[in-house]
């Protein structure tokens, strides 16, 4: 633990000498897709599954800003489709199987690669914002102007 505490004080120095906000967008994915914050390279990004923490504990850096919405789904189903989907298209000539088993089988495999790869698709989303300065818009900024005619 003594090492692992070390390490992030080290990465935190690192990030702090060398300007955090200075990123380039293939080393915000890269550290995004190994779900470590795209700031530092600590692996701090998430809190849980899905959930994204507010601020890094080692760089201070507000992740929580960074509007993933639903691109992270996007290219979750583009990725399913190219690994399962397309594939399955061709069982009936390569493999003689029950329709029973071959859905069975391809279901899981689309359910396993799915919750698989999201959280790593959404880090990877989240590198690529941080890099490129993307952040939130605020919330009065987004409502349409309303009408009093």
């Known amino acids: 633990m003594d090492a692992y ?4 004080a080290i990465q935190s120095l690192l990030a702090h000498t060398r300007g955090m ?14 779900r470590h914050c795209p700031h530092c390279d600590s692996p701090t990004l998430f809190s849980g599954y899905l959930t994204v923490q507010p601020r890094c504990p080692v760089c201070g850096a507000d992740n929580g800003q960074h509007r993933v919405d639903d691109i992270a789904s996007y290219f979750t189903i583009l990725l399913v489709g190219h690994l ?5 298209l061709a069982i009936p000539w390569v493999w003689s199987a ?7 089988i391809l279901m899981t495999l689309v359910l396993v690669i799915t919750l698989t790869a999201l959280p790593y698709i959404k880090g990877g989303v989240i590198g690529v914002l941080a ?19």
Do not use: H
């Not at 906000?21 to 190994?34: A, F, V």
């Not at 399962?84 to 399955?88: D, E, L, R, T, Y």
């Open 84 to 88: 399962v989907i397309a594939p399955s």
């Open 5 to 8: 505490v070390r390490m992030i």
């Open 131 to 149: 890099a490129t300065g993307d952040k939130k818009a605020d919330d009065a900024k987004q409502r349409p102007a309303s009408r009093t005619d």
């Open 21 to 34: 906000d200075q990123i380039t967008i293939s080393e915000g994915l890269k550290r995004g897709l190994r």
């Open 98 to 104: 029950p329709l029973w088993a071959s859905m069975s």
